[in-house]
């Protein structure tokens, strides 16, 4: 597939299942660099390293083609890489083919104010979501699974699906399936991200954003107004907060480690990037200049904030699945994990 190709008015892909190796996760428990000085991030979870390819897994399916101010991207979710292997112990979902249909704005604007996700935040070339929020969060009486126990996830302590606290099930491609069968991304899609950049050495483009903005690989042009200057990696702004959580019943307590998105805090200046994970610069598809998102290797991973309007097509996709764990109540159908319980929080019962 020619990342050039994405712009025109009509595109129409069949891509055939590809095993790709996974070229960089740790599975040690030291924390890892995100490339700023003192820094540490998480160690990364477990993945499951069996590829072997699904049973009577259709070919994949993916058109994207450009219908009045909007491009419209359709899929049925088989991933164009052999995905890892699902049920696993921290997945016990099965991958089957779904029908999506997403609309992006053309000619997207950037809004006067950002705006957290509440859905799916965009989706990867091969038709795969990109979905970085889980439905896990913590509470004094133990694990919850659906609705923040706050009601606000941003008053709730959400754990993160990389940040090593919950099991997940993510395969070497940062991806597991939801209880209705939906393959999707939490960070970097790695086989794909490898597929695309062998192409040739300039930025990657994996992906469009619900509001219409590209969202490119980690390896982007140092000088962003200069498609000549040498490609480095992007860097996060968001650092780990200082001290320690609040204990039980207002929070698990415990060093800030990255379990949960709260342990997170937007430093302006500290990274490349902006609090979208994102910024304005020319591409290899916008040689004109055009704002742009990042995924990254550290936190947020995926961003988690629009820089312009998403479509309506990307809010709270329905993932769902009626009744048991994934069904009705739970934002986005999102992510039942197996195996232990995290730990509880001093004090809880």
Known sequence: MHRNAMLVSSLALALSSAAIAHPGHTHDDQPTTDGVAGVAQPARPDRTTDNAAPAQLPEPEVTMTEEGAYRVIRSNGVPSHTPGAFPNRGNPNTISAQQYEWRVPLKPVVAPEISPMRGVFGVALDGIPFDPGTAEFWSANGLVRGRPPQGNPEESWNYDALGGAVELGLDESNAHVQPTGAYHYHAIPAALAKSEAA???????????????????????????????????????????????????????????????????????????????????????????????????????????????????????????????????????????????????????
Request: aromatic share 10%; charged share 20%; proline share 14%.
């Open 199 to 349: 192409e040739a050495p300039a930025m990657t483009l994996l992906g469009w954003a619900g509001d219409g903005f590209p969202i490119y690989g980690p390896m982007c042009h140092e000088d962003a107004a200069d498609t000549q200057s040498p490609l480095v990696e992007m860097t996060s702004s968001y650092q780990l907060k200082q001290g320690e959580r609040p204990g039980a019943p207002d929070g698990p307590g415990g060093q800030h480690d990255g379990s949960f998105t709260r342990d997170w805090v937007y430093q302006e200046g500290s990274g490349v990037l902006d609090e979208c994970n994102g910024r304005t610069g020319v591409t290899p598809e916008f040689p004109d200049g055009t704002y742009y998102y990042v995924l990254t290797e550290s936190y947020p991973y995926i961003p988690r904030h629009f820089r312009g309007t998403p479509d309506a097509s990307f809010i709270r996709r329905a993932m769902q699945v009626p009744g048991g764990p994934g069904g009705p109540g739970v934002p986005g159908g999102r992510d039942r994990p197996r195996g232990p319980r995290p730990p509880r929080g001093p004090g809880s019962r």
